[in-house]
């Protein structure tokens, strides 16, 4: 199983979109001001080091020479170098535009009568040694003449940048935990609403009794809630009113089909009362099976059994009658079920496999979730396109269900309202495609109580 990095719940997944938004918008802000601080201490250290070293220069021009490395050695400091460089160098060195920009300014610092050619200005890299670690240092390095032959080198360490201070970080925090606040509440108002609504619509689609969803929420909510509570209500009046309409056609046909089987003693064409009588059996079938689909799964209260015994006396009962059914051992298998409508599940899916396939063979198989009974038969088998029509009331597949059989067409229709109404799932698949048969997989969950 790949382990997945992203959540899957609504809150955790509104909880950390705001976190990541205003992580990424600090960062940006930071970074953005931080830019700003920077473009300005530049422009204010470079202001500052141009008039120190204009003064500089100005007032080594009004020193007597002998004087001027007395005057130097007061000025300089950890971050100021001042050399006096001696002889005419009319050459001055290449400058970059941001170099010669800075030399133009310094130029129009100095007075009018002072020296103005050979300024330059450069930048580079310095070595700073601070007590046994050598320190590498941006530096300012610029030349301004003194005189026809003397030069003032000025070298200034650029200071080491600042750290972020710590009210920024302390804010960025305040305002992470502030904001994943604010979505773990609006996320609760919307996923708890939707929660319930998801386990409302799981338990309807299983068959359950849905529960009523509390309309609460933010309006569209809200909204969804009344929507699915007026929809559950709607399907569950329209089931009620067919299992009604069921029952009172399988009642009502009773009647007649009793008095026709007292009429029919009294025709005396015997060929003609057995005709008449197996109409009447393939009539009473047909209404028991309307009557139980009537039913459907209500009415009997949820127990808890051993699976394997209540499949294991449906199948020593079909034996006893002679019907070719195998069972298979199995260790106790504990569920949660109404034991009366598995029984007739069961059971009609061993009979089907027994009048369609010539043999049921029946097991039970533990899984992750719960048991599957499994029964295969050695018959024809099913195309894949009409698996699921199979299901359908009424539907007989013409090449195995003839009416000859007696099948009525609901049998598998009543066993899979059975198995949904207690969550669990049927599924049919041929076991083999030479040697043919059917296996029906009928899935129970472990131990989950049923509506």
Request: with cysteine; proline share 6%.
């Amino acid at each position: 199983m790949g382990f997945r990095l992203w959540p899957r719940r609504l809150g955790t997944q509104l909880i950390l979109v705001t976190a990541a938004a205003v992580v990424i918008s600090n960062i940006v802000v930071a970074a953005w001001f931080e830019m700003g601080r920077e473009r300005l201490n530049e422009s204010s250290f470079t202001e500052r080091v141009l008039d120190r070293t204009v003064s500089a220069a100005v007032l080594l021009s009004a020193v007597p020479q002998d004087l001027r490395p007395r005057a130097l050695h007061a000025m300089a400091s950890r971050v100021w170098r001042f050399e006096l460089q001696h002889g005419n160098n009319s050459t001055p060195p290449r400058m970059s535009a941001r170099e010669e920009a800075i030399a133009a300014r310094v130029r129009a610092m100095l007075p009018s009568d002072s020296v103005h050619d050979n300024v330059s200005v450069k930048f580079g890299e310095q070595i700073r040694r601070h007590g046994r670690v050598p320190e590498m240092r941006s530096a300012m390095v610029i030349t301004i003449p003194v005189d026809p032959q003397t030069r003032l080198v000025t070298t200034v360490l650029r200071p080491p940048r600042p750290p972020w201070p710590a009210e920024t970080l302390l804010a960025a925090l305040a305002a992470i935990v502030t904001a994943s606040a604010a979505a773990a509440f609006i996320a609760r108002r919307v996923s708890r609403p939707l929660s319930r609504l998801s386990s409302a619509a799981i338990a309807a689609a299983q068959g359950k009794d849905a529960p009523r969803v509390p309309e609460e929420g933010p309006e569209d909510v809200r909204q969804a809630a009344a929507a699915f509570n007026a929809m559950t209500d709607q399907v569950s009046r329209t089931l009620a009113s067919q299992r009604q309409l069921l029952s009172a056609v399988g009642h009502d046909l009773r009647t007649p089909i009793t008095a026709m089987r007292i009429n029919i003693e009294f025709v005396e064409d015997e060929e003609l009362r057995e005709r008449l009588e197996r109409n009447l059996e393939e009539l009473q079938d047909l209404t028991e099976a309307v009557l139980s689909a009537a039913k459907g799964a209500g009415g009997e209260t949820p127990r808890s059994i051993d699976l394997t015994a209540l499949v294991e006396s449906v199948c020593t009962d079909l034996d006893d009658l002679g019907e070719p059914v195998v069972w298979h051992l199995h260790d106790p298998a504990p569920v949660s079920c109404r034991p009366n409508e598995i029984r007739r599940a069961v059971r009609n899916l061993i009979e089907n496999a027994v009048a369609y396939g010539k043999r049921a063979e029946v097991s039970i198989a533990a899984n992750a979730d719960g048991y599957d009974v499994i029964v295969e038969d050695d018959g024809p088998g099913i195309a894949e396109a009409d698996r699921d029509r199979v299901f359908e009331p009424f539907v007989r597949l013409e090449s195995s269900r003839s009416m000859e059989t007696g099948g009525s067409g609901l049998g598998l229709t009543l066993v899979r309202a059975i198995v949904e109404g207690h969550g669990g799932t049927i599924t049919l698949e041929n076991r083999d495609r030479e040697a043919g048969g059917l296996r029906a997989r009928l899935h129970l969950p472990r131990n989950r109580e049923s509506a």
